[in-house]
């Protein structure tokens, strides 16, 4: 069992930014895919971003690609996302996620295995 604790949430103006960080209890953590998953109230969880367990390649979501950035520090056992540009379509809860099979570009909910309890990220216009 993996447990996955997002933190770096919080309020910021449009054009802000935040840096999320998701730190993972598995000595595994470094064979791990992993997400970053948003979602906002009424609508669906989608995804953000995904890194490979090596961070060799990265995935955005065509809404964000461009001023978000996912990375990992495998030593750290954490995964990050750095938010720039922020827009109000931005605010919703983020949530990290590890998928615990071959390590690739994972872009659907139901391919990860374990998921944090999520941080709040509100864009004010």
């Known amino acids: 069992q993996v447990q996955l604790v997002e933190s770096g949430g919080g309020l910021v103006q449009a054009g802000g930014s935040l840096r999320l960080s998701c730190a993972a209890s598995?000595?595994?953590?470094?064979?791990?895919?992993m997400g970053w998953f948003r979602q906002a109230p009424g609508k669906e969880r989608e995804f953000v971003a995904t890194i490979t367990s090596s961070g060799t390649s990265t995935y955005y979501a065509d809404s964000v690609k461009g001023r978000f950035t996912i990375s990992r520090d495998n030593a750290k056992n954490t995964v990050y996302l750095q938010m720039n540009s922020l827009k109000p379509e931005d605010t919703a809860v983020y949530y990290c996620a590890a998928h615990r099979g071959t390590s690739g570009i994972y872009t659907a909910r139901w391919g990860y295995d374990y998921w944090g309890q999520g941080t709040q990220v509100t864009v004010s216009s």
């Open positions: 598995s000595r595994t953590f470094s064979s791990y895919t």
